[in-house]
């Protein structure tokens, strides 16, 4: 079951509230040796949502289970509980909630001494929980969204809120390793139904329960083995005896159209690895980034789907999250801001987050790009822009620019959002902005004179090109004609000849609420393993370089003194970007579930960096698959020393403003300037440096000090 933390303090654009916020919440009472304890099991006790909650009582020896009474503010629901004898335990689903607070109360026999109530806090089914009002307008797409294999239509919502009536499925993997349908009615197993012995050792048919429904406004599923002709229907005391009591939690890719809408899929709950080992997999349309890039509405996403998957199966032993490119984003910037919703994560492709690590550097790339096409007044080698890029290819510089448009309100808007409620400058100045940072209104705050989101975007006083410069690669007037004519961006996401200027609150807030992720909160307490199938050097470019990983370990390390949490394992992209086709993809996944069962996660406290060194598996080694047509691993430290062989093999490169000065974490938001030293630069003359002391006539950045605003989380759990 997933962890509890301690919750979080006050910003200006934040609701903070104190106590313990984990996926499950104990009342009041006395111990279990003294008396009962309730505990809510699905969400914390203030958190329950849709009118029902998963709900334990821990029942001491001195009590007959029998003669235990819950009431629902004062009516009877002992019905809706069963005996688990093995944890001593009465679990029932407390339903019948309306909106707003509730007392669950469990009494013994006799005087009631060993009795012990729960304040509960009901929300509703379509949120919002934590992230904020919701986004306005909202397209429903059930009738777009398609049941995996079964391969039918969720059709028309039945409310506002884009809701459907719960559905489950049953699909099989047959012999020759394809998915069917489950013959409706059937009474007998299909002669190609095939087997598998889970990771706890059972030895079950390849059947599984699918169920679809809505939470938060999204779409979500949960899948698990379940033999329907030999098991009873699953309920939290008679789980599938093909579960090993585990989930995956996926975390679909992509930013670009993500806004606006319920979204026609989820991160996939149908991978023939993770279920022949008998994981439940779970997931939401909103946590597909290209239906919601926004970290905050995913995690509220990713809770409330664990509630109602919590609701069904009973406790989890624990959850990993497991995601590529936009999916790292969720589950770096989930575990770190809502700890407890994943207790492990597994990502690929990473990025740190996409409002800095991955907006700032495509953004860069794009000013770049438009330089070189459009403004530069002195000739360039591919060579020297390749090195004031920092890319391991230059065509990453083009291959990323577009994408970098997701700061444009008018660029991404996706297809389902009719035209009419499109943002337009001129025809449509009210509609609705398609963008990263007004799709994070709610952490960022509005301009009071636009009513638009504030931005953090920020790149005055970067010298690009500077150790390009320093290195001998390119010329003094190189250099001063791109800082000169690089220019930046409006708060429509235009070119300007100006730079880019942050709004100082959105800063603030990015850093306080973790909208740059720090690494310091829940991420502080959890196993990371980063799995990257290496596409610096693809030919066409691509946006997933490696740097990233480093940024993040870095980042954990100024955070917490230590990335021992954390390790990464690399190879060439043989088997796509993150498929568990790939050997060593299932061999993260196997380790992280041998990591956390090592460390034993429990409700009470969140494990240390040393718990966590120390349960480390033997077999989780850090380092690189030779490129070879029968690669081999090489065990070693991946962290850019050029002389280690996988560092030869996948040299992880660099990016614009590491080129241009800063460390490989890419926290700077908006640097603090300082006059430039002109002995820092190669020989110039009068001329060309007083041309430099106009070009930047703020200053240059000074990385050897924080940036502006640069500060920790002011806490986790934080509502907006």
Partial sequence: MSRGVVAAAVLALVTGTG?????GGVASGAPPSAGLVVETVSSAPDMVTGGDTLVEVTVPRTVPPHEVRVTLDGADTTDAFSWDAERRVLVGLVDGMTDGEHTIEAKGPG????????????HPDEGPLLSGPHEDPFICQTHQFRVPVVNQTLGAPVDEHCGIDNRVDYIYLTTGGGWAVWPAGATAYPENLARTTTSEGADVPMIVRIETGTANRGIYEHSVLHDPLAEPEPTPVDRPAGWNGKVIYTLGGGCTNGWYRQGAGTGGVTDRFMLREGYAVVSSSLNVFGNNCNDLLASETAAMTKEEFIEVYGRDQFTIGFGCSGGSYQAHQTADNYPGIFDGIVVGCSFPEVGFGTVDFITDARLLNHYFNDSAQVEWTDEQKRQVTGFQTLATMPNVANGARRIDPSAFCPGELPVALRYHPDTNPDGARCDVYDHTINAYGADPETGFALRPLDNVGIQYGLKALQDGTITVDQFLDLNAAVGGYDHDGQYRAERSVADLPAVEAAYQTGRLTNG??????TPIIDYRAYTDDARNGDIHVRYHTNSMRERLIAANGSAVNHVSLLENS????????????RHAITQMDAWLTEIGVTDDELPSLDDIGAARPEALVEGCMTRDAAPEFLPMTLDRDPSTECEQLYPSASFPREVAGESVRADV?????????????????DTQWGRLLEVFDEGVCDYTVPGVEQQGLIGTWLRF
């Fill in 669 to 685: 938001i908006k640097c603090q300037t300082t006059a430039p030293v002109r002995e820092d630069y190669p020989a110039m003359s």
């Fill in 19 to 23: 106590g313990v916020l984990a996926l």
């Fill in 111 to 122: 005087d009631g001494r060993t009795g012990a109530s729960i304040e509960v806090t009901n």
């Fill in 574 to 585: 043989r088997y796509g970007g993150f498929s568990t086709n790939s050997p060593l993809l």
């Fill in 520 to 525: 310091g909160g829940g991420l502080a307490s």
